[in-house]
């Protein structure tokens, strides 16, 4: 009974081990085959999962942000988690509609960069912010609806 035991826990480490090494051998070729706007490899997996969703680019990097605002540029900001339920639901319906509009929609990922969204006072995702001359001036937070976002980009966004 013995022998048998240690072979079947052995079995299971191996499986164990080979399945690590797969998953870890997947990331790198997501990494390597995908636009990584993000500068690093070390990024969370829920990322990684989104680097070739169309609905996920445009990132804007934190010091991007802080630079553009410092300039007095006029930027919208869809701050977002990828591991939000609420988020994953909002971007299907938000992006297309800021691609619509032509809007220039940038994304800040909370999740790699939850500490510099600090400055900009993200309480819960979703959360669309509209800044313009460099200081806040709208934000709608949390799961809207279609006709609500396009409100949104029709009296902050579009109306300059």
């Keep these: 009974m013995g022998k048998k035991m240690l072979i079947i826990v052995g079995i299971i480490a191996v ?14 070729q997501a990494l390597e085959g995908a636009n990584n706007p993000y500068g690093t490899k070390d990024l969370h997996q829920a990322t990684i999962d989104q680097l070739k969703d169309p609905n996920y680019g445009n990132q804007i990097l934190p010091e991007e942000l ?7 540029e006029d930027v919208t900001v869809y701050f977002y988690s990828p591991t939000c339920v609420y988020c994953q639901q909002t971007t299907p319906i938000l992006v297309p509609l800021a691609e619509e509009n032509n809007v220039d929609m940038k994304k800040f990922n ?42 949104f980009f029709d009296k902050y966004v579009l109306d300059e």
């Design 15 to 28: 499986l164990f081990i080979a399945l690590i090494f797969v998953v870890q051998y997947k990331n790198n």
């Design 66 to 72: 802080s630079e553009k605002l410092e300039k007095g």
């Design 110 to 151: 909370l999740l790699e960069f939850g500490e510099e969204g600090t400055p900009y006072g993200i309480e819960s995702t979703p959360t669309l912010v509209h800044f313009e001359n460099g200081e806040e001036v709208a934000r709608i937070v949390g799961q809207r609806t279609e006709e609500e976002f396009q409100a």
